[in-house]
């Protein structure tokens, strides 16, 4: 998304990149179709992953290496944040700890001591560390102690992976948001991974490898995590509540790529209220006032950020449009679903918008894809860091010229 490199306007190439955009976007309805027949039924992991979304090839990966003996003592792992890496850790980590279930067949009883203690978080050899929330960094003393008069204390991950373990041979310990350690911390944590403890496992989490020294990455073995699938993701905002209806859950699942830190940012009510403004006009068709849509908006963005300051505030402010104009291309593919005879998400919005289409199915499909094609343009441009206001003022009336051209009147 972000190519802060190139400002410049779109030349044959990024034309032909949008055209091949294009394609792949229409396979993905095509795909959202298809996935309202067909239901991912490929479940067959014991019972502590039985309830773990997607990476099954990780699963796989892990129980071959404890087969042969080969268990690394640190791994990275590395994937978009909000996809289970930290759950996933947690999991391999109690299938370590059980007292009860041979390691090679990578699962945990839920009964025993250990298993009671890794789910009451009381384990002792169990170790988890990471970023504080509202901090940016991961504090040094988490990792090798707090100083006191110019002495680090005896405590911290380090320190705590140099005892011995208390209950049985291994001690694992998990560092979450690695990417967020600074140097002080990556060098403390260094020592660690140099010469590690036989009875000890690191599982170190980022959600990527920039930032991070080199010297920490080499002595790590990296696992890659993919985003989660469209349906589970989907499955996911349900079951944890975050969602209501399955329509809506479906459409944040396509819009939040796998994540559900970034499915949790879209839904917060004030960026929703924002949607939902957007959708109201949007849905007027050949009506749609681009004035008072621009005005809207730039107020509701602004109110977005008003605690935030400098460099902050401009990157949110960003982010927050670039939704923006996100919710609007998933809009206009709720609406080609909805002319293509596919479930689509029960908005209100969407239904206004349809009685202002021709009921030619073909043109419907062209007009819309044109009001796609202006979305899309303008995220491009904003990715190129053109100015907020310029971008969403100029997209919203490119779609008016469209929609009055193009969509019937309604009474
Ligand atoms: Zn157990």
């Given at each position: 998304m972000n190519n802060p490199g190139s400002r410049r306007p779109p030349g044959r190439n990024d034309l032909v990149a949008a055209q091949q955009r294009r394609v792949t976007t229409i396979a993905g309805w095509l795909g959202s179709v298809l996935r309202i027949v067909e239901f991912n039924g490929n479940r067959t992991h014991d019972m502590i992953w039985q309830h773990l979304r997607g990476h099954h090839d990780q699963i796989t990966k892990f129980q071959r290496s404890i087969t042969r003996e080969r268990l690394s003592h640190a791994y990275l792992f590395v994937g978009p944040s909000g996809i289970g890496k930290r759950t996933f850790a947690r999991r391999l980590a109690q299938c370590l700890l059980c007292f009860n279930i041979p390691d090679e067949q990578l699962d945990a009883c839920g009964s025993c001591v250990a298993c009671k203690q890794m789910a009451a978080g009381t384990h002792p050899d169990f170790i988890e560390i990471g970023c504080p929330e509202g901090k940016k960094e991961l504090p040094i003393g988490l990792i090798a102690g707090e100083k006191e008069s110019g002495v680090r204390k005896k405590e911290g991950l380090c320190y705590e992976m140099s005892l011995r373990p208390m209950e049985g041979d291994r001690k694992i310990a998990i560092i979450d948001d690695?990417?967020?350690?600074n140097d002080e911390g990556a060098n403390a944590l260094l020592k660690t991974l140099e010469e590690p403890p036989s009875y000890g496992t690191l599982f170190l989490i980022s959600a990527s490898t920039e930032g991070l020294l080199p010297t920490i990455r080499s002595r790590c073995q990296e696992v890659r995590f993919a985003p989660l699938s469209p349906t589970d993701t989907a499955e996911l905002l349900l079951e944890l509540g975050m969602v209501q209806e399955t329509a809506e859950a479906e459409s944040i699942a396509v819009l939040c790529e796998g994540s559900l830190t970034t499915a949790a940012q879209l839904l917060e009510p004030e960026l929703r209220n924002l949607r939902n403004r957007l959708y109201d006009e949007l849905a007027?068709?050949?009506?749609?006032?681009t004035v008072r849509l621009s005005a809207q908006i730039a107020e509701g963005l602004d109110a977005l950020v008003e605690d935030l300051d400098g460099t902050e505030r401009t990157a949110v402010l960003r982010r927050n449009a670039l939704w923006l104009i996100r919710f609007s291309i998933e809009f206009f593919r709720q609406v080609s679903l909805r002319i293509a005879g596919g479930r689509h998400a029960p908005i209100p919005q969407l239904e206004r918008f349809g009685n202002g289409l021709i009921g030619e199915p073909e043109d419907d499909l062209e007009t819309v894809m044109q009001l796609f094609d202006r979305c899309e343009h303008a995220q491009f441009h904003l990715e190129q860091f053109m100015q907020v206001p310029l971008c969403l003022d100029g997209m919203f009336s490119e779609l008016a010229r469209i929609s009055r051209r193009q969509l019937a009147r309604t009474s």
């Open positions: 690695t990417e967020l350690m007027k068709g050949r009506a749609m006032n």
